[in-house]
T-cell receptor
Framework: QKEVEQDPGPLSVPEGAIVSLNCTYS??????FMWYRQYSRKGPELLMY????GNKEDGRFTAQVDKSSKYISLFIRDSQPSDSATYLC???????????FGKGTTLSVSS | GAGVSQTPSNKVTEKGKYVELRCDPI?????LYWYRQSLGQGPEFLIY????????DSGLPNDRFFAVRPEGSVSTLKIQRTERGDSAVYLC????????????FGEGSRLTVL
C-alpha cells in the first residue's frame, strides 16, 4: 500500500459545480497536510495548508483533515474553467521529513 | 528573480551521457528540495538540503544521482550514465519554514533520455 492514495480521475464538471477531491494515507505520523495545484507544464503551487485535524477555508476552497480516518479533502465551490488543473495532495510528519505527494487528480471544468 | 529558477527548462540527451540540472531558490530560503515527476504521477522526493548540507538524501534512486549546494544557495542535480528510465521532469523547490511543507516550486527541467 502506498503511503498516500489519490484517485487520478479525470474528473469533469460543469462550471459552477461543487468539486470534492480527496486522499487517504497510511502514516499516522503525518501532521502537515497540503493541497497543491499544478497547471500543465508548470510547477505545483501551494493552494491550501492545514496543520493537524480540522477545516480551513479560503475563498471558494475548503480543506478538511480527519486524522482519525486518515482522510483529507478539498472542496471547490462555484468551480470555474480556470480551476482546470491537476490537484495534488501532500503531507509530511514533523522533524525534518520530506513532503510526500499523491498521484494527483486531473480536474476539467467546462463553461 | 522572485521565484525559483531552474535551468535548462528542457534537456535531451543520449543514454549513457552525464547531465547537470541547476536550481536557483528564492532568496533567503534556506531549505531546498529536489523532486522527480514522471508522466501521470505526483512528485517523488529525491533529496533536500538545509543550508549547504544534505539533510535527507533517502530518495535518490541510486549512486548515479548526486546533488550539491556548495554555498547554501544554488543547487545542482547531477546524473551520471543516464538511462531512458531517468526521463522525467525534475522539480526544485525552496522553503522558508523548515519541515512544514510550504514549498515554492520552480517550473522544472524536463529531461529526455534517448
Amino acid at each position: 500500500q502506498k503511503e498516500v492514495e489519490q484517485d487520478p480521475g479525470p474528473l469533469s464538471v460543469p462550471e459552477g459545480a461543487i468539486v470534492s477531491l480527496n486522499c487517504t494515507y497510511s502514516n499516522s505520523a503525518f501532521q502537515y497536510f497540503m493541497w497543491y495545484r499544478q497547471y500543465s507544464r508548470k510547477g505545483p503551487e501551494l493552494l491550501m495548508y492545514t496543520y493537524s485535524s480540522g477545516n480551513k477555508e479560503d475563498g471558494r476552497f475548503t480543506a478538511q483533515v480527519d486524522k482519525s480516518s486518515k482522510y483529507i479533502s478539498l472542496f471547490i465551490r462555484d468551480s470555474q474553467p480556470s480551476d482546470s488543473a491537476t490537484y495534488l495532495c501532500a503531507m509530511s510528519a514533523s522533524g525534518g521529513t520530506a513532503l510526500i505527494f499523491g498521484k494527483g487528480t486531473t480536474l476539467s471544468v467546462s463553461s | 528573480g522572485a521565484g525559483v529558477s531552474q535551468t535548462p527548462s528542457n534537456k535531451v540527451t543520449e543514454k549513457g551521457k552525464y547531465v547537470e540540472l541547476r536550481c536557483d531558490p528564492i532568496s533567503g530560503h534556506t531549505a531546498l528540495y529536489w523532486y522527480r515527476q514522471s508522466l501521470g504521477q505526483g512528485p517523488e522526493f529525491l533529496i533536500y538540503f538545509q543550508g549547504t548540507g544534505a539533510a535527507d538524501d533517502s530518495g535518490l534512486p541510486n549512486d548515479r544521482f548526486f546533488a550539491v549546494r556548495p554555498e547554501g544557495s544554488v543547487s545542482t542535480l547531477k546524473i551520471q550514465r543516464t538511462e531512458r528510465g531517468d526521463s522525467a521532469v525534475y522539480l526544485c523547490a525552496s522553503s522558508l519554514k523548515l519541515n512544514t511543507g510550504e514549498l515554492f516550486f520552480g517550473e522544472g527541467s524536463r529531461l529526455t533520455v534517448l
